[in-house]
């Protein structure tokens, strides 16, 4: 499995998203995945391996100077040889901290470069997955799995690989120079490796499980934590601070609740592990103190073993602590792969077809059927058809739920129609680069995004090559220039996370100003004047009026006022169109349109939405 492969893991809901796929769950195999992203740094990872194996090295040559020294060391004949085998074992010391000293260095930073490239990695696959993939899920739970899970992940490359590889190479190395030392001893020794390996991988399918349980449970308090604090405003308006804060923590009492079972089992692992591995220790120097009394081996040789036979059992008690990291970060590679996995709806054919050189903003639906995938049973658009000729302004108005903003979905093609086409320039929107198209389509929609960044970042987000006198004179146009001019650093003022810094009109202003440096050949405008007063109203319908001329522009009408200047105006009820032409002559039908225009134009100009 490979976190750069695509295929199929996680499913479109949430509840899908939580469940680990069935044949993953008693393994490790989900970490392989991370392997492509090591290869990337084959010197580094090349370098760490040889300072753990010189590390290894030095530290299995140990137990021969420490036998030598007993064996040869106390004795009159070689007195004077002590002073070399302290030497060495001095030196010996200096070249395992050395070499550990590197292998820490090496293998951290190699696990900080891993995380980081995959953190990029899933943001960037997030951000290339369709719109229906978000209408499912929580924003948290996928935030949690870009840090969390990553975080994990980097634990496991940075230290419990390594740990475990070190442990490894110790345990082996030990056992082999076992059985070079005590023939006989290491029957032993070979005898309850079963019984020490066998609950180290039953437990270990305990811990990948709990951890999984763990992660998910996490998720989900953290992507209710998100979705609260980005709606503090609301939250304390309507006093739900308790209400809030008790919701969140049964969540986190479930996360805790969960990770006590994680834990739970990993110490169990633990303690069993030691109990075994230390008791057969002491049985095999119970052993081997029989030997030495009877002289079948010298007290130095048995020393020799004893400490290699700690060292294989101390590696051995130090993989049953990794193993439980080692599960846990499979369990987070596993998440990360299915989301990693999915594939967005919504994507480029192979072969797309080119949008026309010279864009003409020509836009056609015909006989479209569309419902959101989260609402099947319900048809947002049924058999809609209509043309937009290049530069012509059309408006399009009716009741709560009409579909308006559902032909602006499909235009962007966030969303493909269950039957039908929608043309741009000619050219089907299946059959077309959705980035293509995006690229030469301008959006303000109704409740503008406005990012935590400067005044002129969130203009330039609308092109991000423009120079600053670009930037200016959108600002200018979009008539922000004068509130921007009153801020304390302009426009490098930051405005805050989602502009909370801002106006309302504010903010829509900047949104407006970021559709005006786009300049794209179709404008979708979502009541770009919503937010605004009276009088900046007025300024920015000035602005707008400039910058449609030559332009093709849909505009959704909250307020009727506000499309008496388009050429054409399309009335939308439960999904069709009911209704086409101008304000005269829709009025003159006496039908939904003028009932809508009589509710709002007959209030003594009071503006009542319709939407």
């Given at each position: ?5 695509g295929?199929?893991?996680l499913g479109s ?6 469940q680990?796929?069935a044949?993953?769950?008693r393994n490790?195999k ?7 992203y090591?290869?990337?740094?084959k010197?580094?990872a ?6 753990l194996?010189?590390?290894s ?7 021969v100077a420490?036998?030598?020294?007993i ?8 007195a ?6 302290f ?6 010391a200096?070249?395992?901290?050395g ?16 995380v ?12 290339s997955?369709?719109a229906?993939f ?26 419990s690989?390594?740990?475990?590889l ?9 056992t082999?120079?076992m059985v070079?030392?005590s ?5 032993f ?5 079963p ?14 499980r709990?951890?999984r349980e ?12 998100a ?5 503090i ?14 919701r ?8 805790c ?17 030691i ?11 119970w052993v ?6 009877e ?8 020393s020799?073993?004893?400490i290699?036979a ?25 998440r ?5 996995a ?18 003409r ?20 658009l049924?058999?809609?058809?209509f043309?937009v ?10 009741p709560s739920?009409?579909?308006k903003?559902?032909v ?17 320039d ?6 077309a680069d ?6 030469r ?7 503008a995004?406005?990012f ?12 991000p090559?423009?120079s ?5 004179r959108a600002?200018e ?21 989602r502009?909370v ?10 949104a407006?100003?970021r ?19 009276a009088?900046?109203e ?8 400039r ?5 093709t ?15 054409r105006?399309?009335?939308m ?19 939904l ?19």
């Amino acid at each position: 499995m490979n976190l750069d492969s695509g295929g199929r893991g996680l499913g479109s809901s949430a509840s899908q998203a939580g469940q680990p796929p069935a044949d993953n769950r008693r393994n490790i195999k989900p970490l392989l995945a991370v392997i492509p992203y090591v290869m990337r740094y084959k010197g580094r990872a090349l370098a760490a391996l040889v300072a753990l194996v010189v590390a290894s090295v030095a530290t299995l040559v140990l137990p021969v100077a420490v036998r030598r020294m007993i064996d040869f060391g106390f004795t009159e004949e070689y007195a004077g040889l002590i002073h070399q085998y302290f030497s060495v074992l001095i030196l010996l010391a200096a070249v395992l901290a050395g070499a550990s000293a590197m292998r820490y260095y090496l293998v951290t930073t190699l696990g900080e470069r891993i995380v980081a490239d995959l953190r990029t990695r899933v943001f960037s696959h997030l951000t290339s997955l369709s719109a229906s993939f978000f209408d499912s899920e929580k924003s948290g739970e996928l935030v949690s799995r870009l840090a969390a899970d990553t975080t994990q992940l980097k634990s496991a490359v940075g230290a419990s690989v390594s740990i475990t590889l070190r442990n490894l190479m110790l345990f082996f190395g030990s056992t082999a120079m076992m059985v070079v030392t005590s023939p006989r001893l290491s029957l032993f020794v070979l005898a309850v490796i079963p019984v020490i390996v066998l609950p180290l991988v039953a437990f270990g399918r305990v811990v990948r499980r709990r951890s999984r349980e763990a992660q998910d449970t996490l998720a989900e308090a953290s992507g209710y934590a998100a979705e609260l604090i980005g709606a503090i405003r609301t939250l304390q308006a309507f006093t739900n601070e308790v209400m809030a804060t008790t919701r969140f923590g049964e969540a986190v009492e479930r996360a805790c609740r969960a990770a006590f079972a994680s834990t739970k089992a990993r110490a169990g692992l633990t303690g069993v592990a030691i109990f075994i591995v230390f008791s057969c220790v002491v049985v095999i120097l119970w052993v081997g103190a029989q030997d030495v009394y009877e002289q079948r081996i010298t007290a130095g040789r048995l020393s020799q073993f004893v400490i290699y036979a700690v060292f294989a059992a101390g590696a051995l008690g130090e993989l049953s602590q990794v193993w439980g990291e080692i599960s846990q970060a499979a369990g987070a590679a596993e998440r990360l792969t299915e989301l990693l996995a999915l594939e967005p709806q919504i994507a480029a054919p192979k072969n797309p077809l080119p949008l026309p050189p010279t864009p003409r903003g020509e836009v056609a639906f015909e006989r479209v059927r569309f419902s959101y995938p989260t609402r099947l049973d319900a048809t947002a658009l049924d058999d809609v058809s209509f043309r937009v000729r290049p530069g012509e302004k059309v408006a399009i108005v009716g009741p709560s739920g009409a579909g308006k903003s559902t032909v602006f979905h499909l235009l962007l093609r966030f969303y493909d129609p269950a039957s039908g086409a929608v043309t741009f320039d000619g050219v089907r929107l299946a059959e077309a680069d959705p980035q293509a198209v995006r690229s030469r389509i301008a959006l303000v929609p109704q409740d503008a995004a406005v990012f935590a960044a400067s005044i002129a970042d969130n203009i330039r987000f609308g092109r991000p090559g423009a120079s600053d006198a670009d930037i200016a004179r959108a600002a200018e146009l979009a008539a922000a220039s004068e509130f921007i001019a009153r801020l304390p650093r302009g426009m490098e003022t930051p405005v805050g996370e989602r502009g909370v810094l801002l106006s309302g009109g504010e903010r829509q202003r900047l949104a407006i100003a970021r559709a005006i440096l786009r300049e794209a050949p179709l404008l979708l405008l979502d009541e770009a004047t919503s937010a605004l007063d009276a009088e900046n109203e007025t300024l920015v319908k000035t602005a707008l009026s400039r910058l449609m001329q030559g332009r093709t522009t849909l505009v959704i009408a909250h307020r009727l006022a506000t499309v008496l200047s388009c050429d054409r105006i399309l009335v939308m009820d439960q999904g069709r169109i009911v209704e086409e032409g101008t304000h005269d002559t829709l009025v003159a039908k006496g039908g939904l349109y003028a009932r809508l225009a009589r509710l709002q134009f007959e209030t003594g100009g009071e503006a009542v939405p319709v939407v």
